[in-house]
């Protein structure tokens, strides 16, 4: 039976504390939970580990929350197949220590793999560096079972051909925040383990030169997994990584290093340290905002961003040339001035069909600063799926962007 207590403190979301909180151990037990809940006509909003909580707007209304971490199990594991079948509430690192032994990994590195969820990482649409090379979570899932808020379950992609109102549910839930349903069990498909890995750094790099340097190694046809440069100072340090077999690993590190004298190659404790140092500005401080741009676009971007980050405390930068992303992190210190500058940023991207989103903000930037900006273009079509899926709007009313 799926466990109900009255919510405490650690149960809120973005300020809002619900009445009750519920943890269902198993895929019934989550189907039986939403349907009392529909009965209730109760607000619910479903929680993982809580690394993506802040993404995204408050609930409108929070009457329960609906706990994922007891749905925990490898459910299917097919080596041959290279397919993995597990619960929501798993976490990436868990999983991980799963595949290991059988020489797999799943391709994704979100922050936070110790508390990250599966189903989280679904919700959020959550990644880190290795998108260069294997995309994103929409790229990896083959099949999700849901529950649906009248607490039917649905299944949808995988070894069912037959998607639920002929939706494709396991691309429409990524990003979706809960809104859609409740993520019960993923269906990924995965990747090999690397048996060699290595890094080359180019430091003191402008943000023309970065474009440059990352253009000119997919040019040269190397095939990085992660490419990442980090604001040290006025400058960046382009990392760029290579995984595989040994020979292969090598021989691309090689030909990237003859493109420039200023490369240094990295690998074990120093490539691992550079990673780190990348999550670690990714993640620093209480405001955290993602833009998306062209990636030729990536200097008028960096000028776009810079004085966002100058508002912050211990504010820096992190792109991602090849895919035409970068995060702004640091401490806030004047909510007023660090909402105009986000206005500001989103009007100088928007030329570019540019964006910006909050990740993570305090109260006060919030009060002045919307964390998604302006509806887009696609809002009217995110709002007819929300009424096939959710018609009641019962499901993390409000997180979505115009309101959804």
């Known amino acids: 039976m799926s466990a109900v207590r009255a919510a405490a403190d650690g149960d809120a979301v973005l300020g809002l504390t619900p009445r009750v909180a519920l943890e269902p151990g198993s895929l019934d037990e989550a189907a039986d939970a939403m349907r009392a809940l529909a009965r209730d006509r109760a607000a619910v909003t479903f929680i993982g580990g809580g690394t993506d909580l802040e993404l995204g707007a408050p609930p409108a209304r929070l009457d329960a929350v609906l706990h994922t971490r007891r749905l925990d199990r490898v459910k299917e594991h097919a080596p041959a197949d290279q397919i993995v079948a597990v619960e929501a509430g798993l976490t990436i690192a868990a999983l991980q220590r799963h595949l290991a032994p059988h020489g797999q990994r799943l391709a994704l590195d979100p922050p936070h793999p110790e508390r990250a969820t599966v189903g989280g990482v679904v919700a ?38 037959k998607n639920v109102a002929g939706f494709d549910l396991p691309r429409l839930l990524c990003g979706s925040l809960g809104s859609l349903a409740l993520v019960a069990e993923v269906v990924f498909r995965l990747h090999p383990l690397p048996e060699a890995s290595a890094t080359v750094a180019v430091p003191g790099l402008t943000p023309a030169e970065v474009r440059a340097l990352a253009r000119a190694a997919l040019d040269a046809r190397l095939d990085p997994v992660a490419m990442a440069a980090l604001q040290e100072g006025d400058r960046f340090r382009l990392a760029i990584r290579f995984e595989g077999f040994g020979p292969g690993v090598r021989e691309q590190a090689e030909r990237l290093l003859a493109l420039d004298p200023r490369c ?64 702004v992190a640091g401490a ?54 929300k009424r096939e899926l959710d018609p009641d709007g019962r499901l993390a009313p409000g997180r979505l962007a115009g309101g959804i």
């Open 124 to 161: 959020a649409n959550a990644f880190g560096p290795r998108r260069t090379r294997f995309g994103t979570v929409r790229d990896l899932v083959v099949g999700v079972t849901l529950v649906r808020a009248d607490g039917v379950v649905a299944r949808g992609g995988g070894k069912v051909v």
């Open 264 to 327: 240094e190659a990295l690998a074990g404790a120093d490539e691992a340290a550079l990673w780190a140092r990348h999550d670690a500005l990714r993640l620093a401080g209480d405001v955290r905002a993602k833009a998306a741009f062209p990636p030729a676009s990536l200097e008028g971007a960096v000028r776009a961003l810079e004085p966002l980050a100058a508002t912050l405390t211990a504010g820096a930068l992190v792109l991602h040339p090849a895919l035409g992303i970068a995060f």
């Open 332 to 385: 806030l210190s004047r909510a007023e001035a660090t909402g105009s500058a986000v206005a500001a940023a989103r009007v100088a991207l928007r030329p570019g069909n540019g964006s910006l989103v909050l990740a993570a903000a305090p109260a006060a930037l919030r009060a002045v600063a919307d964390p998604w900006g302006d509806p887009p273009p696609a809002v009217e079509v995110m709002r007819r799926l």
